[in-house]
T-cell receptor, first 113, second 112 residues
Framework: GDSVTQMEGPVTLSEEAFLTINCTYT??????LFWYVQYPGEGLQLLLK?????DKGSNKGFEATYRKETTSFHLEKGSVQVSDSAVYFC????????????FGQGTELSVKP | SQTIHQWPATLVQPVGSPLSLECTVE??????LYWYRQAAGRGLQLLFY??????ISSEVPQNLSASRPQDRQFILSSKKLLLSDSGFYLC???????????FGPGTRLTVT
């Protein structure tokens, strides 16, 4: 079935370090891909998205490129800040399925000053 | 702009008691609406979604139910709560050409 797999957390980095959170997917169709972020005690916020192969989504210094050949959508940021500490979720959406999302298990990021 | 409200924000209920969580949206019409649950330390699990009034699709068999009595109202219910129902419940709606979902602030439910 359709699924999303993220790297296990928690990930602990020092401020200004480079961040990569891996995400791979399995889908029978041609999905749209998303990264969501959840700050402590809050709901989810859309961070970035990509709707077709080779698209690059970007927002707030974060980037992810839709790689169809490797079925991946890895999240990267060149220099993390303490305020980036949160849980990050990768998700996919297939067409004609009511718009529902399939989420990965989430990766907790902790950035230390 | 579209806004999602969830009520209550937090709830503590004993095992066996009933449950009603409410989600209302503003600034849009005929949205697709979704209920997700996030158990402690886990990812999000889609529970129900609705593409219109009275139309409910269930993703996971459980003791929960959902209803959509109005276009902008989505309710999650249970007749008898279980300990395993504890979690963070998120309501979401879809918008945009690529169907990205937008989430409400959530309700934290603790079943004791």
């Amino acid at each position: 079935g359709d699924s999303v797999t993220q790297m296990e957390g928690p990930v602990t980095l020092s401020e200004e370090a480079f961040l990569t959170i891996n995400c791979t997917y399995t889908a029978t169709g041609y999905p749209s891909l998303f990264w969501y972020v959840q700050y402590p005690g809050e709901g989810l916020q859309l961070l970035l998205k990509a709707t077709k192969a080779d698209d690059k989504g970007s927002n707030k210094g974060f980037e992810a490129t839709y790689r169809k050949e490797t079925t991946s959508f890895h999240l990267e940021k060149g220099s993390v800040q303490v305020s980036d500490s949160a849980v990050y979720f990768c998700a996919l959406r297939l067409y004609n399925q009511g718009g529902k999302l399939i989420f990965g298990q989430g990766t907790e990021l902790s950035v230390k000053p | 702009s579209q806004t999602i409200h969830q009520w209550p924000a937090t709830l503590v209920q004993p095992v066996g008691s009933p449950l009603s969580l409410e989600c209302t949206v503003e600034g849009t019409s005929n949205p697709n609406l979704y209920w997700y649950r996030q158990a402690a330390g886990r990812g999000l699990q889609l529970l129900f979604y609705s593409v219109g009034i009275g139309q409910i699709s269930s993703e996971v068999p459980q003791n929960l139910s959902a209803s959509r009595p109005q276009d902008r109202q989505f309710i999650l219910s249970s007749k008898k709560l279980l300990l395993s129902d504890s979690g963070f419940y998120l309501c979401a709606l879809n918008r945009g050409s690529s169907y990205e979902q937008y989430f409400g602030p959530g309700t934290r439910l603790t079943v004791t």
